[in-house]
């Protein structure tokens, strides 16, 4: 059903959660009775209660968001990404409301719904930029892939039983070379996903740099690097070693033979993101990971 209202939001969430259908239908509830129109994927609307005045659309292109003002997400870190998908290809940015556990994308929690809606229907949010990296594999000097990430771009093992042989490059010069489960690519938004569970460090989102963290590396030498953003980062998989997989925000894989090389940089197109309020990163970080802060008295005035 199409609408005529000025203002369109277009929703994306997990409807394999029951939360996240209840959410959706607060959410839709909330935003129709202030008088903006809802969107939403037909695939998904047959899982969720939803109104008629709903407009559905039925194929999952960046172009099903053309006139939407924002993209608001509901679920856990696999649909936050998900959604950084759709806002990346359309411009449109992501409001993400956390469903799961840790959820470093989302800007609200499930008992923030009725704050989310108030924020969106007054026009109350802000909107940053978050880096992100495109990803070129070769082979045989011939480029056979390629990709983009808003987290990491991830070099791994294909299978458990031998490591993965690779050499390091950075900005046209080799590092370093080791057998490891596999190495990890990130964004500063992506140093507390897939590169801080391999023990990398936690960049803060404003600060613009690449990071490479080996995984399990049997090496002496197998710190987390933390280049310039405009530094171009290589892995390259040793010929004549068993295959290696590339996954990308861990939704997107492809192998990886003997003898390819995977090229890292900045991206050219960021992912918007919606902003509610001015909470720094310091206190989204002790709040997702309950870091103990008992005792702090800060500095004295």
Not at 17 to 28: H, K, N, Y
Not at 81 to 86: D, I, N, S, T, Y
Not at 104 to 119: Q, T
Not at 260 to 271: D, F, I, M, T
Request: charged share 20%; glycine share 10%.
């Amino acid at each position: 059903m199409t609408q005529n209202r000025a203002r369109t939001v277009f929703l994306l969430a997990h409807t394999g959660r029951p939360a996240a259908v209840r959410s959706a239908e607060l959410v839709v509830k909330g935003l129709l009775n202030a008088g903006l129109g809802v969107r939403v994927l037909e695939a998904e609307a047959r899982d969720l209660p939803l109104p008629g005045e709903v407009e559905l659309v039925g194929e999952a292109t960046p172009q099903c968001l053309d006139g939407c003002e924002l993209l608001i997400v509901l679920g856990g870190d696999g649909t936050l990404l998900r959604g950084a998908e759709f806002a990346r290809a359309s411009g449109v940015p992501m409001l993400g409301v956390n469903l799961g556990r840790v959820g470093f994308l989302a800007e609200a929690e499930r008992d923030d719904l009725d704050k989310v809606v108030d924020r969106v229907v007054s026009r109350a949010y802000e909107v940053e930029e978050r880096m992100t990296v495109d990803v070129v594999v070769h082979r045989n000097g011939d480029i056979v892939h390629t990709d983009w990430a808003l987290n990491e771009a991830a070099v791994q093992k294909a299978g458990a039983e031998k490591l993965l042989e690779v050499v390091l490059e950075i900005d046209g010069r080799p590092v370093t070379g080791f057998g490891c489960d596999g190495i990890v690519l990130s964004t500063p938004t992506g140093s507390t996903a897939y590169a801080f569970s391999a023990g990398g460090p936690v960049v803060w989102p404003e600060v613009e740099a690449l990071l490479m963290v080996p995984i399990s590396a049997h090496a002496l030498f197998a710190k987390p690097l933390v280049t310039s953003p405009d530094s171009v980062l290589a892995v390259e998989v040793l010929p004549h070693v068993p295959p290696g997989v590339l996954w990308c925000d861990g939704r997107r894989t492809v192998e990886l033979p003997p003898g390819a090389r995977v090229e890292v940089r900045r991206g050219a197109v960021p992912v918007r993101l919606a902003r509610l309020h001015h909470a720094s990163f310091t206190d989204r970080l002790v709040a997702k990971f309950a870091l103990p802060v008992s005792g702090w008295r800060g500095a004295p005035h």
